[in-house]
């Protein structure tokens, strides 16, 4: 009678479907739904109003006009698509006499607000140019400004600002202190000295 439970293995086994293995999965950085980004079309001081950043971008067969209101006249900004080219990051350094101050705005595109407050970075006092903005994965932004001296040492200095979640336009307009702050100053290469 062992014959009948080793012939129903073996019909099981035989009979079973196929099963193929499956490869390992790597955690992904790109959302689990199919996102068609936005085309951002430009980005412009309002000729109207120098503290005024126009933004257009053309998303699913429709265009969308913002506005970012930057509270002073901006010297200089950088900008990079954000959520996987759903919205848009703007960094802007502004000027009123010799005074720099720096401001970032992330905008979905999609919104119907169509004016937005910039957020203040609380960077250290001086004029340091805008290198850029980067959105480094999810709502994650990073902002560098920096500047080359040559007296009384030849340096760059300057500053780099991580926001892990922007605030939304509500916050943005009560001045909170929030992200990381990064302050650095390093000798250029030829100010170094060097070994005999």
């Given amino acids: 009678m062992r014959i009948l439970p080793a012939f129903i293995l073996a019909v099981l086994l035989i009979c079973r479907p196929a099963v193929a293995a499956e490869p390992a999965t790597q955690p992904s950085t790109q959302p689990a739904v199919k996102i068609v980004p936005a085309t951002i079309t430009s980005v412009n001081v309002d000729p109207n109003d120098p503290k005024i950043l126009l933004v257009r971008f053309d998303h699913a067969g429709k265009t969308f006009d913002h506005r970012v209101d930057f ?32 401001f970032y705005a992330t905008i979905y595109c999609e919104e119907n607000q169509s004016t937005h407050p910039a ?15 980067a959105n480094t994965g999810g709502d994650s932004i990073v902002v560098t400004a920096a500047k080359h001296q040559r007296n009384p040492k030849e340096s760059v200095s300057g500053w780099v600002y991580i926001d892990n979640c922007p605030l939304t336009d509500v916050l943005a307009e009560k001045d909170y202190v929030i992200g990381t702050l990064i302050p650095f100053e390093a000798l250029a290469e030829n100010a170094l000295p060097r070994e005999k």
């Fill in 71 to 102: 509270h002073e006249p901006i010297k200089d900004f950088r900008y990079c698509p954000w959520i996987y080219g759903q919205g848009i990051a703007i960094v802007a350094r502004t000027v009123i006499g010799e005074e720099s101050n720096y």
């Fill in 119 to 133: 957020m203040k970075i609380h960077a250290p006092k001086g004029a340091y140019p805008v290198l850029g903005i």
